[in-house]
C-alpha cells in the first residue's frame, strides 16, 4: 500500500509548515486528487491516521476532493474535461490530446492552531 509512504511524506510537509507558522496543531487537512494520479482516496484516508498518529497532525481531519482529468486539443485549441479511459477532446472529438489535470495530488488547504 504505497498510500502510507505518501501520507508520510503529506505529514513531513505539514510538519515543515506547521514549524513556519509557529502552529502547534493542525486539525483540518484538504487534498486534492486526479483520478489518474494512482492514488486511491479510501486508502488514503484509511493510511492518514497511521501516519499521522503522533505527529502535530494527530486527530486533524482529513477532507479529499477529486478533480476532473483536463485535457487540452492540439485540433482546436479548446480545453475540456475528458473521461479517465478516454483522453477525448469534448468539443470535436480528436485524440490529439494533451493532460491538463488529473494526475496530480495537491495540499490545498490546511487549518492550524497555535499557542
Known amino acids: ?5 505518501i501520507c508520510q511524506d503529506v505529514i513531513l510537509q505539514l510538519e515543515r509548515l506547521a514549524s513556519e507558522h509557529q502552529a502547534t ?7 486534492e486528487i486526479g483520478p489518474l494520479s494512482g492514488v486511491e482516496p479510501p486508502l488514503l484516508q ?4 497511521i ?4 505527529s502535530i497532525a494527530a486527530g486533524a481531519i482529513l477532507k479529499i476532493e477529486t478533480s476532473p482529468v483536463r ?9 475540456s474535461v475528458a473521461k479517465v479511459n478516454q483522453l477525448l477532446c ?8 494533451e493532460l491538463i489535470s488529473g494526475d496530480q495530488m495537491t ?8 499557542d
Open 51 to 54: 501516519a499521522s498518529a503522533d
Open 71 to 79: 485535457v487540452y486539443c492540439q485540433q482546436c485549441g479548446k480545453a
Open 1 to 5: 500500500m504505497h498510500e502510507l509512504a
Open 25 to 31: 496543531k493542525i486539525t483540518e487537512v484538504l487534498l
Open 90 to 97: 469534448g468539443h470535436c472529438g480528436d485524440w490529439h490530446t
Open 46 to 49: 484509511a493510511a492518514y491516521s
Open 107 to 114: 495540499l490545498k488547504h490546511v487549518e492550524m492552531e497555535s
